[in-house]
T-cell receptor, first 114, second 112 residues
C-alpha cells in the first residue's frame, strides 16, 4: 500500500533559523496537504497542493510540490517560538480508488530554542 | 456547532469491555474520517464515510472494530472486547469531499 515518509523526525533550531521538512510518497499523488499539530492539540490544516511543481507561500512558510508529484517540502524562514509543533504531510494517492482517503506521514517535530 | 466534537474526551475501560466513541462533524460536511494516533506518530487511517456510506474500512485493525454513520451526520466507532493494545488517541475529522479536514479534539482511550 501507499507509504508516506517524512524527514527529519525531529528538528531543534535556534529562534530565527530556517527549518525545512521533506515528505516522500511511495506512489504518485493527486494532491498533498500539510497540517500542523501543536503539543496537546489536534492537527490543523495549513495548505493543499495539487499541481506538479506548485509553490505556495503563507507568510514565512513556503510549500512545494515536486515535479513528479511524489514529494513535497515545507520551509519556514526565520522560525519563531509560535512555530513549535509537529508538521504532517498527508497525501492522496493517484492510484487510490477511495478518492478521499489520504495517508498521513509520521510528522516532523519542530522545537524552537528562544 | 463551530467545530468537530468528540465524546467522551477520555475513556478508561477494562480489558474485554466494549466501547463506543462518538463523533459529531461540522454541519454539512459530506466526508467523515476516523483515525488512530499513537504518541509521536501521525494519524493512522481507520475508515471513512461519504454521507452515510462507508467508503473504505481497510484501516480497521480487525473485526473487533466497526463504525457507522446511519444518517450521514454523527458517527460511532465501536471497539468490541477491548485489548490493551487498543489504547490510543482516536481522532475524527470531517470535510467537504476532497478538501481540508477539520479534526476534533480526540478521545483518549485507555484499556486497563
Amino acid at each position: 500500500g501507499q507509504q508516506v515518509m517524512q524527514i527529519p523526525q525531529y528538528q531543534h533550531v535556534q529562534e530565527g533559523e530556517d527549518f525545512t521538512t521533506y515528505c516522500n510518497s511511495s506512489t504518485t499523488l493527486s494532491n498533498i496537504q500539510w497540517y500542523k499539530q501543536r503539543p496537546g492539540g489536534h492537527p490543523v490544516f495549513l495548505i493543499q497542493l495539487v499541481k506538479s511543481g506548485e509553490v505556495k507561500k503563507q507568510k514565512r512558510l513556503t510549500f512545494q510540490f515536486g515535479e513528479a508529484k511524489k514529494n513535497s517540502s515545507l520551509h519556514i524562514t526565520a522560525t519563531q517560538t509560535t512555530d513549535v509543533g509537529t508538521y504532517f504531510c498527508a497525501g492522496l494517492s493517484s492510484l487510490e480508488t477511495s478518492y478521499d482517503k489520504v495517508i498521513f506521514g509520521p510528522g516532523t517535530s519542530l522545537s524552537v530554542i528562544p | 456547532g463551530a467545530g468537530v466534537s468528540q465524546s467522551p474526551r477520555y475513556k478508561v475501560t477494562k480489558r474485554g469491555q466494549d466501547v463506543a466513541l462518538r463523533c459529531d462533524p461540522i454541519s454539512g460536511h459530506v466526508s467523515l474520517y476516523w483515525y488512530r494516533q499513537a504518541l509521536g506518530q501521525g494519524p493512522e487511517f481507520l475508515t471513512y464515510f461519504n454521507y452515510e456510506a462507508q467508503q473504505d474500512k481497510s484501516g480497521l485493525p480487525n473485526d473487533r472494530f466497526s463504525a457507522e454513520r446511519p444518517e450521514g451526520s454523527i458517527s460511532t466507532l465501536t471497539i468490541q472486547r477491548t485489548e490493551q493494545r487498543d489504547s490510543a488517541m482516536y481522532r475524527c475529522a470531517s470535510s467537504l469531499a476532497g478538501y481540508e479536514q477539520y479534526f476534533g479534539p480526540g478521545t483518549r482511550l485507555t484499556v486497563t
